[in-house]
């Protein structure tokens, strides 16, 4: 996790903060009326992406940080009324039962060794009518390829693995939104020329974008399935009158 905040440090890693960033705001929407009163989560390296979204939460009830790393720095976490950053087990947060209409996930998913464990936590602690924003490495994507990045460790998904494993957990997918559609030597070589990929990869190999961006609903109940037995029952015809 060091070598993710040591990335986003760099020229590079603004870049990609930026771009992933604005994604996100997207997915959000612009309007911080949205947010007012409600509670906030950031789980992962949501801290960092929150730094870039404070206006936009500005009139949020709280917003809290949770980290796995006991000398993660506080940064501009400090201060900040109804703003905290605290360490705890991905697998067992440290915070009530339904208490989050919001949650951020980044770069905590693809680093956890019980995905399915850790989605269930996040059911928990989210409230009735929650909302999940999760940021993966796409599996199809170009940064998913190379360890130079955050983005090429840890376990990327593609959308149909992360649509299966949400509906495991008893939450339901919605939109999912792409990023970083150029490739990492773009990123490299500099920001118009980045920014100038960025448009070509979304017109022309959208597939092929570094993150996924998935939204999700948490479901409180959920139907039970018929079986097959019980289907081959309900399909028999019904005997003649007599």
Not at 28 to 56: E, P, Q
Not at 140 to 151: E, V
Not at 191 to 205: D, I, L, Q
Not at 208 to 216: I, Q
Request: proline letters at 7%; a positive charge.
């Amino acid at each position: 996790m060091r070598d993710i905040d040591a990335f986003y440090a760099t020229d590079i890693g603004a870049g990609v903060l930026k771009e992933t960033g604005r994604a996100l705001r997207f997915m959000l929407g612009a309007d911080s009326k949205k947010i007012r009163g409600k509670n906030i989560l950031l789980l992962g390296r949501g801290d960092v992406f929150g730094l870039m979204l404070l206006d936009l939460f500005k009139d949020a009830q709280r917003v809290i940080a949770i980290t796995q790393e006991p000398d993660r720095p506080y940064g501009g976490w400090v201060g900040e009324t109804g703003q905290r950053l605290c360490v705890g087990d991905y697998q067992d947060l440290p915070v009530p039962d339904s208490m989050f209409d919001l949650i951020i996930v980044v770069h905590a998913l693809e680093h956890v060794g019980r995905p399915a464990k850790f989605l269930r936590e996040i059911w928990r602690v989210a409230s009735d009518d929650a909302r999940i924003v999760l940021l993966t490495p796409s599996r199809r994507g170009f940064w998913a390829r190379t360890d130079k990045t955050p983005f090429g460790h840890g376990h990327p998904y593609s959308q149909k693995q992360l649509v299966q494993k949400l509906e495991d957990a008893m939450f339901a997918p919605g939109i999912c939104e792409r990023a970083l559609f150029a490739p990492p030597l773009a990123y490299g070589v500099g920001p118009s020329t980045a920014a100038a990929m960025e448009v070509a990869g979304a017109a022309f190999w959208p597939r092929f974008a570094g993150v996924l961006l998935t939204e999700a609903r948490k479901v409180i109940y959920r139907a039970k399935p018929i079986t097959e037995k019980k289907m081959a029952l309900a399909s028999m015809p019904s005997a003649p009158p007599v």
